[in-house]
């Protein structure tokens, strides 16, 4: 493709709203593009516009499936009229185009689609190349959910990921778990609170105990400590009235140290220890739980990917890097959970989900190169890999026989 086509297909997925939702009219149009140039496709349709979308390329010359994912949907815009440029219209200024997703991640989908149309017509993929994306990941993962139970991921050799890291190479991430903490009490007028059972005030006395309650988590090798947060709460209806009813919901980013299921174990002995001790009565629920992903650095795909980045990025420093931002492959992983993960994308990470989000231009472009080449270079790492399990597997053969 040319620069101009390039860029249009990204200006395009932009102008398409999938505001937490939508993804069907987007994986139309991937669809669309996919058909001209003859590349397979499915879509996996649900919830009316919801979808998700399955493509390969690839001339199976090995058992090798590499995996490249991208989710289609972006946050919600709360106010339009706070943007300087129109959140949904991809204005270019500069080396600059902004929109709602630009960053996260439609920018990094894009470069999926042309680098998967380029190869396919290069026919340079011995082996099978998998595009996947994917509905709803900024909320609750609906179509990776959906996609693992459908074993898209159980034989993928790696996976690539491409949301925003502005061309760095992101090896591990925490996972993200959330919940929401009900607390029940008993009304009374606010002149006798003696009478009731102050729900809000159970949730203080959670929310003070949630302060220390991971100090004893372990330090992860990788990601370090675990971190944590109260973001929401709400309760009681009227000010003259003891509330008997009230709530509060929190995001936990779990380690390989100390994992989904210990935190949960750890926010539910706390929740216990205050309902036994006060009068207080207060139950725990479990909204979303993505794992934590780790790969080690010094892994031959991440070391490929570093590589490719570094000759794509022209002008800048690439090195290796973690986050703390949950991504689609903590639901992939359950399916395949030795299978090594890279997340690689273009710019710009920091303005991801804010006002006048934007990408550049010049990211988008050496992200593109940076997908094509991890592509080549990891078939054909895969290719000498099996000529020479091949060639060994040919010699015990030619011994054996030479010894019979």
Known sequence: MRKDE?????????????????????????????????????????????????????LKETDDVLG????????????????????????VAGDKLYGRGAADMKSGLAAQVIALIELHEQREIKGTLRFIATAGEEYGTPGANRLLAQGVADDLSALLVGEATDGQVVYAHSGSLNYRIKSY?????????AQGVNAISGLLQFAAEEKALFYQAPSDPILGAVRHSITVIGGGEQVNTIPDYA??????????????????????????????????????????????????????????????????????KVGLEITNGATDASVFIKGNPTMPVVILGPDEK???????????????????????????????????????????????????????
Do not use: C, M
């Open 6 to 58: 390039q860029l249009q297909v990204l200006k395009d997925l932009i102008q398409i709203n999938t505001e937490n939702g939508n993804e069907l009219e987007t994986a139309t149009y991937i669809g669309r593009l996919f058909k001209a140039h003859q590349i397979p496709y499915r879509i996996d349709r649900f919830d009316n516009n919801r979808a998700n979308l399955v493509a390969e390329i690839g």
């Open 68 to 91: 490249i994912t991208g989710h289609q949907d972006t946050v919600n815009v709360s106010d339009q009229s706070a943007w300087t440029h129109a959140p949904f219209a991809a204005e």
């Open 185 to 193: 009490g008993q009304s009374a007028h606010s002149a006798r609170p």
């Open 247 to 316: 709530e509060l919901s929190g995001n936990v980013r779990p380690t390989q140290s100390f994992d989904n299921q210990q935190v949960i174990a750890l926010i539910q002995n706390a929740i216990a220890q205050i309902n036994q001790q006060t009068t207080y009565h207060l139950e725990f629920e479990l909204i979303h739980s993505f794992r934590p992903v780790e790969t080690a650095p010094n892994n031959s795909f991440v070391k490929l990917v570093n590589q490719a980045a570094a000759d794509a990025f022209v002008g800048r």
């Open 350 to 404: 920091a303005v991801s989900h804010q006002v006048d989000e934007y990408t550049t231009l010049s990211g988008f472009y050496q992200v593109i190169a940076a997908y094509e080449d991890v592509a080549v270079k990891y078939f054909k790492a895969a290719s000498r890999t099996d000529r020479l399990a091949r060639s060994a597997a040919d010699q015990q053969v030619h011994s054996a026989r030479q010894a019979g």
